[in-house]
């Protein structure tokens, strides 16, 4: 689908739950289009405060694309404007020159139900109906385990020196595969990144990976999953983490012990 949407020059909306790689999904489209040269720029939308212009934003940027994250969080008076930008295509300039075209693509990503937003009243129908045209779902890691093995390598390639390879043995590549990431992808960059340091550098083995891990991959209970929340996750992660380093070094210590004066 991105390479379909790549030549176009329409604004495209990502949607999805928190961490399921929007904005990688948005770069990507950047990176195959027209604006490949210029700038990608990311405003987020939760920063934005009413008052501003979404025209001095396209005038003053440098950016081929601007993605627009969140949304759902712009104040309604930049919607009804990005609006209009998008279904005309043109913008106010506030240089004195009037109208100007627009050049930029406009993405944007959300994680809530805009459908929602704009019966409650706090989203502008007319954007909910210029983005839904070009509207790509991106769904939950859990439902693609297929790519897991793919995001795993590029995550070990950015943890890694240059030139150093950390092989990852069936059983814990097993384990990754058939876990159902209720974080999505910032849960599998941060299990990937405590494995790779308990490892050593050398072979990430299942017993590298949190505590429960196994179990939890094999039992399938999707809906408790779901209710993990990520920063309890985080917490399980450094527990186990600090847990298999004492284990793992022991030994180590119960020597030094011994030889302590």
């Known amino acids: ?64 694309t601007l993605y627009f994250r ?13 609006s209009a930008i998008v279904l005309t295509r043109r913008f106010r300039a506030y240089d004195g020159g009037g109208d ?4 930029t693509r406009i993405i944007a990503s959300t994680t809530t139900h805009l459908e929602k937003l704009t019966v409650d009243g706090r989203f502008n129908p007319d954007l909910l109906q210029a983005l839904k045209e070009t509207t790509v779902t991106v769904p939950p890691l859990r439902t693609r385990p ?18 150093e390879k950390v092989p990852i043995e069936p059983e814990a590549l097993m384990v990754l595969e058939n876990y159902p990431w209720p974080g999505n992808l910032p849960e599998l960059e941060e299990t990937i990144r405590n494995a790779s340091c308990i490892s050593g550098g050398m072979c990430i083995r299942a017993q590298h990976l949190p505590r429960g891990f196994l179990r939890m991959a094999t039992t399938g209970d999707e809906e ?15 527990k186990s983490f600090l847990t298999n380093i004492k284990q793992e ?9 011994k030889f302590a004066p």
């Open 100 to 103: 100007a075209q627009l050049r």
């Open 70 to 82: 969140q949304i759902g969080s712009m104040p309604p008076q930049m919607q009804k404007e990005l």
């Open 224 to 238: 408790q999953l779901r209710q993990i929340d990520l920063k309890q996750f985080r917490g399980r992660v450094v």
């Open 1 to 64: 689908r991105i390479m379909e949407l790549a030549p176009r020059e329409g604004a495209v909306l990502f949607q999805g739950e928190p961490g399921t790689g929007k904005e990688i999904l948005a770069r990507t489209l950047h990176a195959r289009g027209e604006q490949r040269d210029d700038l990608f720029e990311r405003v987020d939308c939760s920063r934005l405060r009413e008052g501003g212009s979404i025209g001095a934003l396209l005038e003053h940027s440098k950016a081929g």
């Open 249 to 257: 070094y022991e030994h180590v210590l119960d020597k030094i012990e």
């Open 146 to 163: 297929e790519d897991a093995r793919i995001h795993i390598g590029l995550m070990l390639r950015r943890f890694l020196n240059p030139g």
